[in-house]
C-alpha cells in the first residue's frame, strides 16, 4: 500500500514513521508548504520525495491512499482532490470545519467505492478497548455519567478555538463507547488572548438519563487527561498521564431504596475494592493506521469512518451554535 502524507508538521511525522514501519506500506511522497518542515521530512526520510504542491501526490498513479494531516480549515479541500483522483483518504481529526462538507466527502467516497477514516487515534488504545469490553460485558451497569478534562497550557491554535482543538478526542471516545446518539448539548466558553475561545465546557445530554460533561482548556497550568465513567454497578477512572495503572475500577456505588413511597428514600452507599486491570501495550497510531490498510485491502467499512467523524464535526457545530448564544440549549 503506497501512501502519500499532506502536511509534515506537528502530527505528520508520527503518521511518516508509522506507516513506513507496518510491513506492506510505503510512505511514496510527502506534500508540506513550509520550507522548513520540507527540510526536516527531508533528511528523516532521504529515500522519500518531499514536494511543496499536494497537487502532485494526487496525480501520482504510484500512491493508492492519502493521509490529510493539516489545519482543519484544509481537510475538505484536500479530501475531495484526493477522491475525486481515486485515492483513499485518511483525515486528522475533526474530519471537516462543517457538516455540510462531511456529507459531501461520504457521498463522494461512496460513489467511488473508496475508503475514508478519520484519525480518531485513542479509540485504538490499550484503555479504550478496555473500557468498551467492560461496558459491553455490563460491568459497569447501566451508565450514569461520562466526564472528561482534557487541559494544558497551550497549544494555541489560530483557526479554531479549544473546543475543535481537544473536544474531537473526548467527542470520539464518547460516541464510540456510549453508541446512542446525543439530544441536546450545551455549551459555555471564553477567549481571552486571540479572539478564540480557549476556555470551554459542554454538556451533552443522551437518552435514558445518561449525561457527559467535558472541559477543554488550553490555559491551565498543568496538563490533566483524566476520563470519570460512573455506571450502576462499578465507577472507573482513567488517567492518560499515568504511566502505571492508567485504568482503575471502583467497586463503588450508590443504592436506592423506596419503602413507603418517594419521600422515604433509603440511601445506601457500596464501597468495595479497587483494581487496576493490565492494558493492552500497542502504539494506538499503529494499530490505526494498519486497521485503515486492512478495510482498503477487505473492502470492509471501519468503525471511524467518515460517519464517526461526521457524528463529532455535528457536536462541535452545536456546542459553537450553543457558545456563542451564552450557553442556551442546541437541540441535535
Not at 113 to 142: C, N, P, Y
Not at 198 to 227: C, E, G, Q
Request: negative net charge; hydrophobic residues 40%.
Amino acid at each position: 500500500m503506497n501512501f502519500g502524507v499532506i502536511g509534515y508538521g506537528y502530527w505528520g511525522p508520527n503518521i511518516v514513521r508509522n506507516l513506513r514501519g507496518i510491513e506492506g506500506s510505503e510512505v511514496v511522497a510527502i506534500a508540506e508548504v513550509s520550507s522548513s518542515a520540507r527540510t526536516r521530512a527531508q533528511k528523516a526520510h532521504p529515500g522519500v520525495k518531499v514536494v511543496s504542491d499536494a497537487a502532485e501526490l494526487f496525480k501520482s498513479p504510484d500512491i493508492d491512499a492519502i493521509a490529510v494531516i493539516s489545519p482543519v480549515w484544509t481537510h475538505y479541500d484536500l479530501a475531495k482532490a484526493a477522491l475525486m483522483n481515486g485515492k483513499h483518504v485518511f483525515v486528522e481529526k475533526p474530519f471537516t470545519s462543517n457538516s455540510a462538507q462531511g456529507e459531501e466527502l461520504i457521498e463522494l467516497a461512496e460513489s467511488k467505492r473508496l475508503t475514508v477514516m478519520v484519525d480518531h487515534t485513542f479509540l485504538f488504545t490499550g484503555a479504550v478497548r478496555k473500557i468498551d469490553e467492560l461496558i459491553r460485558d455490563g460491568s459497569l451497569g447501566r451508565l450514569y455519567y461520562y466526564d472528561s478534562t482534557r487541559v494544558n497550557l497551550g497549544l494555541f491554535q489560530h483557526d479554531i478555538n479549544v473546543l475543535w482543538d481537544l473536544a474531537p478526542h473526548d467527542l470520539s471516545i464518547m460516541d464510540y463507547l456510549i453508541k446512542a446518539s446525543p439530544e441536546a448539548i450545551v455549551a459555555t466558553g471564553q477567549g481571552h488572548l486571540n479572539g478564540h475561545e480557549d476556555v470551554a465546557y459542554m454538556t451533552i445530554y443522551f437518552p435514558d438519563k445518561v449525561i457527559a460533561h467535558i472541559n477543554v482548556n488550553w490555559l491551565s497550568p498543568v496538563k490533566v487527561r483524566t476520563t470519570l465513567i460512573g455506571g450502576e454497578k462499578r465507577m472507573l477512572l482513567w488517567n492518560d498521564l499515568e504511566a502505571d495503572e492508567k485504568l482503575k475500577i471502583y467497586d463503588k456505588g450508590v443504592d436506592i431504596d423506596s419503602r413507603e413511597g418517594v419521600y422515604n428514600l433509603l440511601v445506601s452507599y457500596r464501597s468495595g475494592d479497587m483494581y487496576a486491570p493490565q492494558l493492552e501495550q500497542v502504539e494506538a497510531l499503529r494499530q490505526e493506521l494498519s486497521y485503515f490498510i486492512e478495510c482498503i485491502e477487505s473492502g470492509s467499512r471501519p468503525f471511524n469512518d467518515g460517519q464517526a467523524g461526521l457524528r463529532v464535526v455535528r457536536m462541535l457545530e452545536a456546542a459553537s451554535a450553543s457558545m456563542k448564544r451564552k450557553g442556551e440549549l442546541v437541540a441535535l
